[in-house]
């Protein structure tokens, strides 16, 4: 197949290089060469939102996102989210939620309930239900999903 | 705080209804969690299939010279090369049918047919179509009542494999699509239903669906001349393990199997999926071989069963039903897979929660030219549901009964024989029917609404035996510092099992839940154990680990009088090991093993005093509203209510109920493969819609009984199915309620609906 190339771009912060070929995805570079399984495909259409990624701020499907676009871009992943002493609120509200069964759509889940509150601080049910339409759970944690949500509404809410 | 060994006793039941978050919840909410289709090992490489086109062929030729050219390529494989090394290349579970790849005939669409192996996927993927193949086209059967009958054979010899009595008699049978046929009699149908008051006779339909887990089948098979490792995504370690040493020839202990999390599995990552074919390809490749499909190929991997049920029943002038009938045919495919069980354990319960003296139930499990079937979340309890909750319906509104008084004044209650001679019990059927009339307002009357949008509510209510007999094997390790770990093989695919069996470990040796380590399944660490389906883990498995932590237990107490303790001592644990060897050396292990009782159904009659350890029993109310100008269904208010005995996690037995209820909602009101001539029309999630946020219902009630299984581990059974029973056809009753049209196969949607109200007004649509 084709040449490679390299790219430079910052992952949750940290400049790196990847030497990736012109097909290769997003999903594909973030596994094969970081280790980072968080997004991971599964429609391969960009309709269940398991491989969302974030890229200069804005959510994307990365099994539809060829990996060179990439190159000089600022990439956030949901292994950015945490520390070790610490999960995200919104990671944090979905353990006490239960909002996940499998697990396996939870990071897209996740990453896009960030920067749904991130744009929207006290979101309403029906513009969650609508800004996460795009995110499948075929567990069906969707009630769990928007308790998550209502629990960091509230929670910030709080003096 | 160290364990010690006689705590107070306040700390008894603290771990035993508690909502414990799930023990690997960090793991997941991080995105670090490990699953099979994203693993990778050093030296791994990708195989990719070549798949049939035809529906059912002889093949004549297959062409893989232009794949090997490509470059990069490093085998292409044909059934040729699998017979070099796995001379007998064919698996099953109930029949040995299926071959490693496509063996002289194809019989699905989809079938494997080639692999070509590759280090790059990709590589993989533009060699696989480059392969061409001819085949002899041959008739092709799809449908299952037409398999019953038809000159059209799947297979020309039926080999069915060692583990199951009742298909002995099909060994080498020819000229039939028949996998088993299943037989429960009781009283005399005949008689009984000649003399009966009114008499009802319908069919109902179930369409072909699919598990769709959104982490598809993978399994990286690592072959050595000695031993051989499995990575895999299976429901089922112990059964592969077995299989694979079968096909090898070799012991179980040269074969490990080791499960990561599972993207969730409904019962498709059962048996053998993937790992066969991934054996072959690293056996041929000496290397790691990964074998992981695209979502597009789940459709051609296992689905549920689609099923024809033609049901009569006899009503004496009380409104009793005094006869009923059930002959079900289950679509299998073109590989018996689980089938014949599915067709055994669910035909059991065809005639329903009700008590009936004279009953007769014919069930057949039929090989046909589409995508095979197994098990998906109820063992086939959905499909028979489906059907007799429908027909219960229409009976009540032809005999001018409330359904609601029509199911009492049928339901079977405890202390009685069920339909197979099993006499029920813990099994409160009045009770949950109480419950969901309460829930439901079911005294009140309802407003059905006027104009174009009509209102109508719905229940149904459905009982289920669990798979038996099977085997649970657990294994409880206590450290020299207290602390513990649990072995056991029950597979965590997201319906929280390591989270309750941890609690189950932790209420025996007094320590908090979340301090117990579950390790991960891995079948050179983690006993045997029969699979995680049917809901029969929580109280077989359950059991086990019970029985296991109690050994640990009372060794420890043994350990105590061993060094001098007192009686009633309560010595830290770790101050306990310091005292026998010295330092912090040393474990106690505690071993469990539970088999449930089980009588062989009778042949030809299926009766049986003991042919379930325990009953799972829910019930279902539904709220519609129907646009009559589109034929648009709206779910107003869904109430789920089971009885799962003591919840062990409370928060994870409602979520299970929801997600299996939700789930099935897909099922019902719009999910279906469309299959034309054999080809699946929609395999992708573009074409083939499944539930989303919008899909959930306005109002959701998902409610147990509180109830204690006599017989459950702490008085707790399964959970993970038994709200899937009842939403189709309580939907369907309300859609009938508000608009007086009756629908006898799913899926629900605005055009089945808009077509019944055209029919029903004398000006049916013209068909597709």
């Not at chain 1, 390299?6 to 995805?25: E, Q, W, Y």
């Not at chain 2, 080791?258 to 056996?283: D, H, N």
């Not at chain 2, 429908?390 to 032809?398: E, L, N, Q, T």
Request: glycine share 8%; proline share 6%; hydrophobic share 40%.
């Amino acid at each position: 197949m084709t040449t490679a190339r390299t790219i430079t771009f910052k992952l949750n912060g940290t400049p790196v290089t990847a030497d990736i070929k012109p097909h290769h995805n997003l999903v594909e570079l973030l596994q094969s060469q970081f280790g980072l399984t968080g997004a991971r495909e599964s429609c391969g259409q960009g309709l269940c939102g398991c491989c969302t990624v974030v890229v200069n701020g804005l959510a994307v499907s990365g099994c539809l996102y060829l990996a060179a676009f990439v190159d000089g871009a600022e990439v956030a992943t949901v292994e950015g989210l945490d520390t070790p002493q610490a999960l995200s609120p919104v990671q944090q509200a979905f353990v006490e939620a239960s909002a996940f069964q499998c697990g396996y759509c939870t990071p897209g889940m996740i990453m896009m309930v960030t920067q749904l509150l991130g744009e929207n601080p006290d979101p309403t049910e029906e513009e969650i239900k609508h800004y996460l339409s795009g995110n499948l759970c075929r567990c069906a944690t969707y009630p769990e999903v928007l308790d998550a949500v209502k629990r960091i509404r509230l929670g910030r809410r709080l003096p | 705080m160290a364990a010690t060994l006689n705590p107070p006793r306040a700390t008894a039941g603290s771990q035993i209804g508690r909502s414990v978050p799930r023990v690997e919840s960090r793991a997941k909410v991080t995105g670090r969690a490990e699953y099979t289709h994203t693993m990778r090992l050093p030296g791994m490489l990708h195989a990719k299939i070549f798949r049939s086109t035809v529906a059912h062929g002889r093949i004549r030729w297959i062409d893989t010279s232009a794949a090997k050219r490509v470059p990069g390529v490093m085998h292409v494989v044909t059934i040729d090369d699998v017979l070099k090394v796995l001379p007998d290349p064919y698996y099953g579970p109930a029949f040995h049918d299926q071959p490693i790849l496509a063996h002289e005939k194809v019989r699905f669409v989809g079938e494997p047919v080639a692999a070509v192996i590759a280090a790059d996927p990709h590589i993989a993927e533009q060699a696989v179509q480059l392969i061409t193949a001819d085949y002899d086209e041959l008739p092709a059967v799809y449908d299952e009542v037409e398999a019953l009958t038809s000159k059209i054979y799947v297979h020309d010899r039926l080999k069915p494999a060692q583990a199951f009595a009742d298909l002995k008699h099909l060994k080498d049978a020819r000229d039939t699509n028949v996998a088993l046929d299943y037989r429960l009699r009781r009283g005399d149908f005949d008689k009984a239903y000649a003399a009966a008051e009114h008499k009802f006779e319908h069919e109902f339909k179930t369409q072909k669906v699919l598990h769709l887990s959104f982490e598809p089948f993978a399994c990286i098979c690592d072959y050595k001349d000695d031993h051989v490792t499995f990575y895999d995504s299976t429901q089922g370690p112990s059964f592969v393990r077995i299989e694979m040493a079968r096909l090898l020839g070799w012991p179980e202990n040269k074969v490990r199997i080791k499960v990561p999390y599972l993207g969730s599995g409904y019962g498709s990552k059962l048996y053998i999926k993937l790992e066969a074919l991934a054996l072959a390809l690293s056996m041929i490749a000496r290397k790691p071989v990964k074998v992981a499909l695209t979502f597009e190929e789940m459709f051609y991997q296992i689905t549920r069963h689609p099923c024809t049920f033609r049901i009569k029943s006899g009503i004496d002038a009380n409104g009793r039903i005094v006869a009923r009938k059930c002959e079900v045919f289950w679509n299998g495919g073109a590989y018996a897979d689980i089938g014949p069980r599915v067709t055994q354990k669910a035909g059991l319960t065809a005639t329903g929660p009700y008590d009936i003296d004279n009953v007769w139930v014919d069930s057949y499990a039929l090989y046909t030219n589409v995508t095979p079937a197994g098990a998906l979340r109820g063992f086939g309890v959905p499909q028979l549901v489906w059907a007799y909750e429908s027909h219960m319906d229409m009976m009540a509104r032809a005999l001018n009964i409330d359904p609601a008084e029509f199911r009492r004044r049928n339901l079977l209650h405890e202390g009685r024989e069920h339909a197979t001679g099993q006499l029920l019990e813990d099994a409160p059927l009045d009770t949950l029917l109480d419950k969901l009339l309460e829930r439901m307002n079911w005294s009140e009357p309802l407003d059905k609404g006027s104009g174009t949008v009509r209102r109508g509510r719905g229940i149904a209510i459905a009982i289920k035996a669990v798979t038996s007999p099977t085997t649970s094997v657990a294994i409880v390790n206590v450290a020299a510092d207290g602390s513990v770990t649990l072995y056991c093989g029950t597979v965590d695919m997201g319906q929280g099992s390591d989270t309750a069996m941890a609690q189950l470990v932790g209420e025996i040796l007094d320590v908090p839940a979340e301090s117990v380590r579950v390790i991960p399944r891995d079948t050179d660490a983690t006993p045997y154990d029969m699979g995680t389906l049917g809901s029969r883990s929580l109280f077989h498995m359950g059991h086990a680990v019970r029985r296991a932590a109690e050994e640990a237990r009372d060794k420890l107490k043994a350990l105590a009088r061993e060094v001098g303790e007192p009686d009633g001592s309560n010595i830290p644990v770790s101050a306990l090991f310091e005292k026998r060897y010295g330092m912090q050396a040393g474990n106690v292990i505690g071993t469990g093993v539970f088999k449930a009782d089980y009588v062989p159904p009778a042949p030809g009659t299926g009766q049986s005093p003991q042919v379930t350890p325990f009953w799972l029993i829910s019930a279902a109310g539904a709220e519609v509203e129907v646009d009559t100008e589109t034929g648009h269904v709206k779910i107003a208010k869904l109430v789920n209510i089971v009885d799962c005995g003591t919840p062990v996690n409370p928060k994870a037995v409602e979520t299970q109920i929801s997600g299996a209820a939700l789930m099935h909602l897909g099922f019902t009101m719009f999910e279906k493969m469309h299959i034309d001539g054999g080809q699946v029309t929609n395999a992708s999630l573009a074409d083939y819609k499944i539930p989303g946020f919008h899909d959930v219902p306005a109002v959701i009630e998902n409610l147990y009984l509180d109830h204690h299984q006599a017989n459950g581990p702490f008085g707790a059974k399964g959970v993970g199915e038994v709200s899937t029973f009842c939403p189709s056809p309580a939907i369907a009753n309300a859609i009938d309620d508000a608009i007086g049209v009756r629908i006898t196969e799913m899926p629900l949607n605005a055009e089945t609906v808009f077509r019944a109200i055209r029919a029903k007004q004398g000006m049916p649509l013209e068909d597709e």
